[in-house]
């Protein structure tokens, strides 16, 4: 009989490697898998995570097959594989009766979603991985092990591209696993209308301050979104600088999104720059093709349109041509694909027809021929096209990955806008018009010497004007 004992690093390895589990998954969720038993037709493992029956259940969802392949492969012999909490308390594939007690936890667990300002829906099963494992995986991490993983954890990228969703789901992993934790989310729009609301009181009762600072600083983990609405508001900076300090001293998780990295917030205390860069900042990017038609495919299940893999069939390839279409000419965010998607479906039903590529043509032509082409979506559609961050492009990074990018926008925004020099130097964060005319020179003389950059510039010209 094979021990798989010797075998189970070479199991693990296998399992990293060949599914290219990004290494804090990998940590989180594959390592903490250890042998129980086994016998010639059985292996039980057991689950040692920190998560308990909620990251068990993340790993039957996410890895089980991959781990009973991986079993299979290296060992040459096929397995039936359970996997139990320590101490066989609970099999995290069981199938349950809901009894009246669970059903009582099912209510409270609803009640504490909505206490802590959080969207049920924003899970990460439900999320859309794509080119943004790292985002995925670092916030898995910081959901494991809350105030010691990564800790603030600032999440940042464009407008519609998931860093609610990552954050959100963050919080709702955490009271999904974890009864007693104390999770709040809020916007720093709202955080910073209750500053005033302090402020502008005439007579402002101090246990109004004492309530308004617990119900921000006695949490487990505090979730602010949006954080670059803070430039130039000094007050709510000086709480948000003290509610940090006071939830890191605890050993409390913080996260923060924004629509552009800290450093670049423009007028905030450098003490509060230093504060978000003080964990782990990680970006989220536009998604490419492969995720854009992975999100439309999910999308169009959830609202009762059957998408599978079968090109056999002539009703389905229709809808993947439709998919196709929307994949291909709405890139700037999640939301705007989902958008399309949802027209395609409701005019569907309203007139009884089929999808089809076609019919999706039909009904999004005039958002597609009235869509004014600006800097700010030409920017979007270089970032998407060359996999960088919209942040990076508008950063003052000069290495040749950020700055010829950087040079495309400037040339496409001025063939494509009436934008005078130092507007398009605006949205490019370059004060300097001289810079924005040098750039646009220089890939102007490079398409005339260089075929594959001529082919590079038609190629964003499409995505640009798909008319």
């Known amino acids: 009989m094979i021990d798989i004992n010797e075998k189970w690093p070479e199991i693990l390895d296998f399992l990293k490697t060949e599914y290219e589990i990004q290494e804090v998954a990998f940590q989180t969720f594959i390592l903490p898998l250890k042998v129980h038993s086994f016998d010639d037709k059985n292996i039980t493992l057991v689950f040692t995570g ?14 089980y097959d991959f781990i009973v392949l991986a079993i299979s492969i290296i060992t040459g012999e096929e397995y039936n594989v359970n996997i139990y909490l320590p101490g066989n308390v609970e099999k995290f594939y069981a199938n349950t009766e809901n009894d009246s007690s669970e059903n009582l936890a099912d209510i409270e ?13 924003f899970t990460f099963e439900s999320f859309v991985v794509g080119n943004n494992a790292v985002a995925q995986a670092t916030s898995l991490a910081v959901a494991d092990s809350p105030g010691e993983a990564y800790n603030p954890l600032f999440i940042y990228g464009g407008v519609g591209l998931g860093k609610t969703h990552l954050m959100q789901s963050i919080g709702n992993f955490i009271l999904n696993n974890n009864p007693t934790a104390k999770v709040l989310y809020t916007t720093t729009e709202s955080f910073t209308n ?5 402020l502008g009181r005439q007579k402002t009762n101090q246990d109004d301050i004492i309530e308004f600072r617990k119900k921000y600083r006695n949490v487990d983990v505090l979730l602010i979104d949006d954080i670059q609405f803070i430039s130039k508001k000094d007050r709510t900076q000086e709480e948000i600088f003290n509610t940090i300090n006071e939830l890191l001293l605890k050993h409390k998780q913080i996260v923060f999104t924004s629509d552009r990295k ?28 492969e995720t854009r038609m992975a999100i439309l495919k999910k999308y169009a299940n959830t609202k009762g349109v059957k998408v599978t893999d079968d090109m056999e069939d002539p009703e389905n390839v229709k809808i993947i041509e439709a998919l196709d279409y929307i994949a291909t000419n709405f890139v700037s965010n999640v939301r705007e694909l989902e958008g399309s998607l949802n027209n395609v479906i409701a005019f569907s ?40 961050s919209v942040a990076d492009i508008c950063s003052q990074k000069r290495s040749s990955e950020i700055s010829f990018p950087r040079q495309i926008c400037m040339y496409l925004c001025r063939i494509y806008t009436d934008e005078k020099l130092e507007t398009i130097g605006n949205y490019l964060n370059k004060k300097n018009h001289a810079t924005i005319s040098y750039g646009y020179n220089e890939i102007k003389k490079a398409i005339e010497t260089d075929a594959s950059i001529k082919a590079t510039i038609d190629v964003l010209k499409k995505k640009i004007d798909p008319n």
């Open 50 to 63: 920190g998560s308990g029956i909620g990251g068990l259940s993340y790993v039957n969802k996410r890895y």
């Open 109 to 121: 667990l609803e009640q504490r979603i909505k206490d802590a300002n959080l969207d049920k829906r």
């Open 194 to 198: 209750e500053v005033i609301d302090l």
């Open 262 to 289: 800290p450093e670049e917030i423009e007028d905030i205390a450098d003490r509060l720059t230093s504060r978000f860069q003080q964990g782990l900042t990680v970006d989220i990017l536009n998604p490419d093709y």
């Open 349 to 388: 039903k309203i007139s009884n027809k089929p999808i089809s590529k076609e019919f999706a043509i039909e009904t999004l032509k005039v958002d597609n021929t009235d869509k004014k082409i600006t800097c700010e979506s030409i920017i979007d559609t270089v970032a998407e096209h060359f996999q960088i």
